[in-house]
């Protein structure tokens, strides 16, 4: 269960949102939707203690995110973030970097999935159109069987088949609870909770 | 031992001589740097002359205590030179970098004076002074180009750190691709020294001693000595400043601290 209590972050002056709270279900899964600037990829690095908030709480799985519990809230937290240009060259290499084996079958079946084939694996991201280095991207990280899966706009480089892909390989998840930042009107309608900014 | 042909002044003074064809060059080409090199010429003399007195003196008293202080102070200076050039707040690196150098001159040479060489007093100014000052001369060159790529990676790479640290959970697991890469970075052109050494170039420390009267086969045992201390000594040294860094590099969320590279 992810718990956002009374949460009120600023930059600079500026308010990005003030007591900010929402509660999320184990295995639930939920959207965060709004404008631009309205704080929604924040609410993902609040998450993962990468920005701290100014005031309120936050408890992930009932442990209250501090410097204490970091480390255990990170390791049941998969991140697919929005900006997939990471300076890494394949998809074999970003598994080779977060300690996966290149026999993992998880990968292949997510890729199956996510309708592409596993050579793609061994493509240079450079070579590949962006739609297909986010899938890689997404089935590695999916790959890591963690509670909790966080995602900033997980479609922006997708077309409608895709996403309609992408939907279906969710829905396959049981036991995970999902938060992501999305834009995206097929993505959201399909989430069952939806956090409105 | 032959004896050694000494230099008079005059002669060394007839050396400079020599400097009139680079100057002419220069003039020729119209580079403007003649004044640079003028004031680096002087510097390096004055320097240097400086170095021989004190050296003189410190041979000449051959105490344990003072022998220690003169490389402290090639360690601190080292230090300093080495925050500067990779662009670092020295608040928050001298510790770090200290201890590095420091542990890395007791292990070199506690293992090379103590037990290869074998020597009765292990401060004795004539291997304790040259041979930690190849080693940090050395490692002050590959812990610039190492640390500069490791805390430039950092910088320009952190999406992809904050990425591995949430998906492996494990900040030794993150780091490792950027510490992996700065000690490549750091000691790729002492392995190319290595491979070409005695082929294309003949080390400094050789070539003097063999002028010094040396034989040429004392002189190479003693550099391949040399350089075995300046490779263990520089990895030892740019490992331990990247490990003892990252403990005044991260805040307790495991976030890169703000302010850790100088605004350029």
Redesign the interface.
């Known amino acids: 269960m992810i718990k956002c209590e009374h949460v009120s972050l600023s930059f600079q002056d500026k308010r990005v949102f003030d007591d900010l709270n929402f509660e999320i279900e184990s295995g639930a899964n939920a959207s965060v939707s709004g404008e631009s600037g309205k704080g929604k990829s924040s609410i993902l690095k609040l998450l993962q203690g990468y920005i701290l908030p100014d005031t309120g709480t936050i408890s992930i799985n009932g442990a209250k995110l501090s410097a204490r519990s970091i480390n255990q809230i990170r390791n049941s937290i998969a991140w697919i973030p929005q900006n997939i240009n990471l300076p890494v060259h394949t998809g074999i290499k970003l598994m080779h970097l977060l300690g996966i084996s290149e026999r993992k079958e998880s990968v292949y079946s997510f890729l199956d999935k996510l309708g592409l084939e596993e050579e793609l694996l061994h493509a240079d991201f450079q070579k590949i159109s962006g739609g297909q280095k986010q899938r890689i991207v997404i089935s590695i990280c999916l790959s890591l069987d963690r509670e909790i899966i966080l995602m900033d706009e997980p479609t922006s480089s997708l077309d409608d088949a895709s996403i309609q892909l992408l939907i279906n390989a969710f829905k396959t998840l049981s036991n995970k609870t999902i938060l992501s930042a999305s834009h995206n009107h097929a993505w959201i309608k399909n989430s069952n909770q939806v956090i409105e900014l | 031992m032959k004896n050694i042909m000494d230099i008079n002044l005059v002669d060394l003074a007839i050396g400079f001589i020599a400097m009139l064809i680079p100057i002419a060059l220069l003039l020729y080409y119209k580079v403007r740097i003649i004044p640079d090199v003028l004031i680096s010429l002087l510097r390096m003399v004055i320097q240097l002359a400086l170095v021989a007195f004190y050296l003189e003196w410190i041979f000449e008293m051959n105490q344990a205590w003072i022998n220690s202080l003169w490389v402290l102070v090639m360690i601190i200076v080292g230090i300093f030179t080495s925050i500067k050039r990779i662009g670092l707040n020295w608040k928050q690196f001298v510790v770090p970098f200290f201890i590095a150098g420091l542990t890395s001159v007791i292990i070199i040479d506690g293992f090379f004076l103590g037990f290869v060489i074998k020597l009765d007093y292990l401060f004795d100014a004539r291997y304790f002074i040259p041979i930690t000052g190849m080693i940090l001369g050395n490692s002050l060159n590959h812990n610039i180009v190492g640390m500069t790529t490791y805390f430039k990676g950092l910088s320009e790479?952190s999406?992809?750190y904050?990425?591995?640290?949430?998906?492996?959970?494990?900040s030794k697991?993150a780091l490792?691709?950027y510490i992996a890469d700065a000690i490549k970075q750091g000691l790729n052109p002492l392995i190319a020294t290595m491979s070409v050494i005695g082929l294309i170039s003949l080390p400094g420390m050789m070539t003097g001693q063999i002028l010094g009267g040396s034989s040429p086969v004392i002189a190479i045992k003693y550099q391949i000595m040399i350089m075995l201390a300046i490779f263990v000594g520089c990895t030892i040294n740019l490992v331990l400043s990247i490990v003892f860094s990252n403990a005044f590099v991260f805040?307790?969320?495991?976030?890169l601290k703000d302010g850790i590279l100088k605004k350029q």
């Not at chain 2, 805040?251 to 976030?255: A, I, K, S």
Request: charged share 20%; proline share 5%; aromatic share 16%.
């Open positions: 790479k999406d992809l904050y990425f591995l640290l949430t998906n492996t959970g494990n697991l490792q691709s805040d307790p969320y495991g976030r």
